[in-house]
């Protein structure tokens, strides 16, 4: 098949080249036809412009005389297209030559009898006629112009002959074409023929595999979900249950706290009343040791405070149940883009909304949790000396509806494009507060609405989150 296709390829190429062939001898012919009629329209001119002045030395009537200059008028431009025309052949450069020459003495005496008979000598005209050459002249004219024709009928002869022969070459090209088809044709007819066996055969081994994978796909996902649910209330016990002791650790850091005041007033009085008895290990403990240790422990139980919580939220979300209903994602924008109006205009942010954004089928609380995430991350990272540009935008792909929301912050190295969702991880600077959880709750909540999310970002080009989502949220069943 594949030389079948090469050999069809070659002949269109060959039927293209003959095309060209009979296009140029087509033109070669038509040319030749041209110089026939020029020169006919020439030698047509030199014949009428004799038998007006014919007619004007024996009648004297100005009609004639009128006739003649229309004649006289035209015959430069008809020799001007002759010799354009001809001008590659250099016989016909020859004879047309001489053919001008002889023209040229012949209007000089035909100018001199008009010129006698406008004057009134009659007489003296016919005389110069009757002693003049132009007969002779005339025979010599016409002789140059059968040459010319002769000429032109030969190269006619040639070219009708050349064109026939790339008609017939182009045939022959057609038929070769047509019977390569033919064979190209019953060989991808075997070979689908073959391939269609096959693919029968395979189509049946696909259903039944098919049929077993959907099952445990099924029993997979069944598993997935109960042991994610199982994930989700360990989560939630496990950070339930921290909460305890760390409430005793910060119930009792704030005692700490609190002693320090009288510890330092009983320091000063010693130091006022026995200073020998103060030694310098004590005033240290008392004055900067106790103090630091007591500031680090409070700032270390604030921050498990806030992933505990962060944990606790992750593990609500995971239990909320999704309520699917119709939402236009641009609304939804609007509203966080009121929402935190000050913290834009604070900033100097630019919020914009690519509109028609497509609607979706899914759960409001979500998307809203999503977009806003993004939206004040992008207000967060900005690049410095950059007015900073927020874009919301989105497109419906294969029955797939992507959000996309671009900034042009400082972005995010390649490298660090999927530790950014993982849990209390963080990329770049860390000069803004946080601890890591909010992307990592987008990703949650998009493979919650059955959607993904990514980003394309580079260092100081902005970065552009995209969240690929169902247009339709479907239930799943996690009981079955």
């Keep these: 098949m594949a030389l079948g296709f090469l050999a069809l390829v070659a002949t269109g190429i060959a039927a293209g080249w003959a095309t060209g062939r009979n296009a140029d001898h087509t033109r070669w012919v038509n040319h030749t036809y041209e110089v026939e009629l020029s020169v006919s329209n020439a030698r047509r001119l030199i014949e009428q412009g004799e038998a007006s002045r014919r007619g004007y030395l024996l009648t004297g009537n100005t009609e004639y005389r009128d006739a003649y200059r229309r004649w ?3 015959l430069p431009g008809a020799l001007e297209r002759l010799q354009r025309l001809t001008r590659d052949n250099p016989q016909q450069v020859a004879t047309l030559r001489i053919l001008r020459g002889e023209i040229a003495a012949l209007l000089v005496q035909r100018a001199r009898t008009i010129a006698l008979i406008d004057a009134g000598r009659i007489d003296a005209a016919t005389t110069l006629f009757r002693t003049e050459a132009s007969v002779r002249r005339l025979m010599t004219i016409r002789d140059a112009f059968e040459r010319m024709a002769t000429e032109e009928r030969r190269l006619l002869a040639e070219r009708d002959a050349a064109q026939q022969a790339s008609v017939r070459v182009f045939y ?18 075997l070979t689908v023929m073959r391939y269609t066996r096959d693919l029968a055969g395979s189509r049946d081994s696909l259903r039944d595999f098919n049929e077993r994978l959907e099952e445990t796909v099924h029993e997979r996902t069944a598993d997935l979900s109960r042991a994610n649910e199982e994930i989700q209330r360990f989560a939630y016990i496990v950070s339930h249950d921290l909460r305890s002791p760390l409430v005793n650790v910060m119930g009792f850091t704030a005692e700490l706290a609190a002693a320090t005041a009288p510890l330092g007033e009983l320091l000063d009085r010693a130091e006022a ?43 609500r979300e995971g239990r909320r149940i999704i309520t699917p209903e119709p939402i236009d994602p641009a609304a939804v924008a609007d509203t966080i ?69 671009a900034d042009n912050g400082r972005g995010i190295d390649p490298r660090d494009h999927q530790r950014i969702f993982d849990l209390f991880r963080r990329s770049g600077q860390q000069d803004q507060p946080g601890e890591g959880i909010g992307l990592a709750h987008v990703r949650a909540l998009a493979y919650r609405l059955g959607g993904t999310i990514d980003v394309d970002s580079e260092p100081g080009r902005g970065s552009t989150f995209r969240l690929n989502l169902p247009k339709t949220y479907e239930h799943q069943d996690s009981n079955a």
């Design 273 to 315: 009343e026995c200073p020998h008895i103060v030694g310098e290990d004590a005033r240290l403990a008392v004055r900067e040791d106790l103090p630091e240790a007591v500031r680090f422990i409070r700032t270390s139980t604030q921050k498990m405070d806030r992933l505990i919580n962060a944990i606790l939220k992750l593990s």
């Design 72 to 74: 006289a008028a035209a």
């Design 337 to 405: 883009a009121g929402s935190i109006r000050h913290l834009l205009d604070d900033r100097g942010v630019t919020l914009t909304i690519g509109r028609p954004i497509p609607g979706v089928v899914t759960d409001r609380v979500a998307l809203e949790q999503i977009l806003s995430n993004l939206i004040e991350n992008a207000t967060k990272y900005l690049q410095p000396g950059r007015p900073g540009t927020i874009h919301v935008s989105g497109e419906e792909r294969r029955g797939r509806v992507i959000l996309s929301v």
């Design 172 to 189: 022959v090209i057609l038929a070769v074409a047509a019977v390569l088809l033919v064979l190209v044709a019953l060989a991808s007819l």
